[in-house]
């Protein structure tokens, strides 16, 4: 038994530990390659957060869902850098539109370069991720753009908000399906469907991608509060600071609409308050940890990771399959 990939899963089978391993290690090449230019300063821009590590959460999850097809296949590995490519390009943006320090342990490359730059990067690594689609055919160009504008419209939902008479939970949910599920249900699709996979595997791994990607956003959210910069790589309470509302504070102020208790009233003052200011910033992240809101945000996170394992009830038994049910409980268990 071998731990592999970047929540540590058991991998029992040799010749898949081989396969993922070697999948990854061809991605990480890919993506270096897909973010030189002719200008040395763009390299580097673009190069910061490619070197700064980070989970591959996507590549995996192509590499595991080509499992059951030809793993081998041409489409596979490319198809791989372009997830992760567009996956870290939206990570130059929200920087930005968060005002982010800290990304992946390293300074953001806003604060290092400026706003400009950081977006023009962001751009810059949309269109590799376009050039590489453009060998992978017509059909794979169109299921990202079809990824790419839930994505965006995800994005200005939240900014938006909720629209009059709308649950804000079930608004939340809605949006970082568009925002994050959408991706990671390519990344399964793309496996799946680059490798030669049944048409029936291409669509199991698609849902179960949209829902462990539900799960992965829900888990990022408690640890945004529960975590340090050590273990998430990033600034603690950041959507705290910025005054967004993720499903933490969003059980919270639904408790306080249920049953108006007046320690959470208080709570929910605190937070909408001014979290710019260090000590009340850490007050609200001290009473949030404490609260019952940030468990019911766990276990929305396992719900949707049961929701993934039921879509793969249909695949045939084998390593590959042990995998990605190992997988849903990694990641919630990073919110445990």
Not at 6 to 22: C, M, N, W
Not at 113 to 118: D, K, L
Not at 173 to 193: C, N, P, Q, Y
């Given at each position: 038994?071998?731990?592999?990939?970047?929540?540590?899963?058991?991998?029992?089978?040799?010749?898949?530990?081989?396969?993922?391993?070697?999948?990854?290690?061809?991605?990480?090449?890919?993506?270096?390659?897909?973010?030189?230019s002719e200008v040395p300063f763009i390299t580097q821009a673009a190069q910061h957060l490619v070197r700064a590590g980070g989970k591959r959460f996507?590549?995996?999850?192509?590499?595991?869902?080509?499992?059951?097809?030809?793993?081998?296949?041409?489409?596979?590995?490319?198809?791989?850098?372009?997830?992760?490519?567009?996956?870290?390009?939206?990570?130059?943006?929200?920087?930005?539109?968060?005002?982010?320090?800290?990304?992946?342990?390293?300074?953001?490359?806003?604060?290092?370069?400026?706003?400009?730059?950081?977006?023009?990067?962001?751009?810059?690594?949309?269109?590799?991720?376009?050039?590489?689609?453009?060998?992978?055919?017509?059909?794979?160009?169109?299921?990202?753009?079809?990824?790419?504008?839930?994505?965006?419209?995800?994005?200005?939902?939240?900014?938006?908000?909720?629209?009059?008479?709308?649950?804000?939970?079930?608004?939340?949910?809605?949006?970082?399906?568009?925002?994050?599920?959408?991706?990671?249900?390519?990344?399964?699709?793309?496996?799946?469907?680059?490798?030669?996979?049944?048409?029936?595997?291409?669509?199991?791994?698609?849902?179960?991608?949209?829902?462990?990607?539900?799960?992965?956003?829900?888990?990022?959210?408690?640890?945004?509060?529960?975590?340090?910069?050590?273990?998430?790589?990033?600034?603690?309470?950041?959507?705290?600071?910025?005054?967004?509302?993720?499903?933490?504070?969003?059980?919270?102020?639904?408790?306080?609409?249920?049953?108006?208790?007046?320690?959470?009233?208080?709570?929910?003052?605190?937070?909408?308050?001014?979290?710019?200011?260090?000590?009340?910033?850490?007050?609200?992240?001290?009473?949030?940890?404490?609260?019952?809101?940030?468990?019911?945000?766990?276990?929305?996170?396992?719900?949707?990771?049961?929701?993934?394992?039921?879509?793969?009830?249909?695949?045939?038994?084998?390593?590959?399959?042990?995998?990605?049910?190992?997988?849903?409980?990694?990641?919630?268990?990073?919110?445990?």
């Amino acid at each position: 038994m071998t731990v592999v990939g970047p929540f540590g899963l058991s991998v029992r089978d040799q010749a898949l530990e081989a396969d993922v391993q070697a999948g990854l290690a061809a991605v990480e090449e890919g993506l270096l390659d897909a973010t030189k230019s002719e200008v040395p300063f763009i390299t580097q821009a673009a190069q910061h957060l490619v070197r700064a590590g980070g989970k591959r959460f996507r590549p995996l999850l192509v590499m595991l869902a080509a499992q059951f097809g030809d793993p081998y296949a041409p489409g596979v590995v490319p198809s791989a850098v372009v997830v992760e490519l567009t996956h870290l390009a939206t990570l130059y943006h929200d920087d930005v539109m968060d005002e982010a320090d800290v990304r992946r342990g390293v300074e953001s490359a806003n604060s290092r370069w400026g706003n400009s730059v950081a977006v023009l990067t962001g751009d810059f690594l949309f269109a590799r991720a376009s050039h590489i689609l453009a060998d992978l055919g017509p059909e794979a160009v169109r299921i990202q753009a079809e990824a790419f504008e839930r994505l965006v419209t995800g994005q200005i939902l939240e900014t938006a908000g909720p629209r009059d008479g709308r649950d804000p939970v079930e608004h939340y949910l809605d949006v970082i399906a568009g925002k994050t599920g959408s991706l990671i249900a390519v990344s399964g699709r793309f496996g799946a469907m680059m490798s030669g996979a049944d048409e029936s595997v291409v669509d199991i791994m698609t849902q179960f991608g949209e829902r462990l990607g539900v799960a992965f956003q829900l888990a990022d959210d408690v640890l945004d509060i529960a975590s340090d910069t050590v273990e998430s790589g990033k600034t603690p309470g950041t959507d705290l600071r910025e005054g967004i509302p993720t499903l933490p504070v969003l059980r919270l102020r639904e408790r306080v609409r249920r049953l108006g208790l007046p320690d959470d009233l208080e709570l929910v003052e605190l937070l909408e308050s001014d979290l710019s200011d260090d000590a009340r910033h850490a007050e609200a992240l001290a009473r949030l940890r404490a609260h019952p809101a940030l468990e019911q945000a766990r276990r929305d996170a396992v719900r949707y990771a049961e929701e993934a394992r039921t879509a793969l009830a249909p695949l045939p038994d084998r390593d590959a399959k042990n995998a990605l049910l190992e997988l849903c409980d990694a990641v919630v268990h990073r919110a445990g």
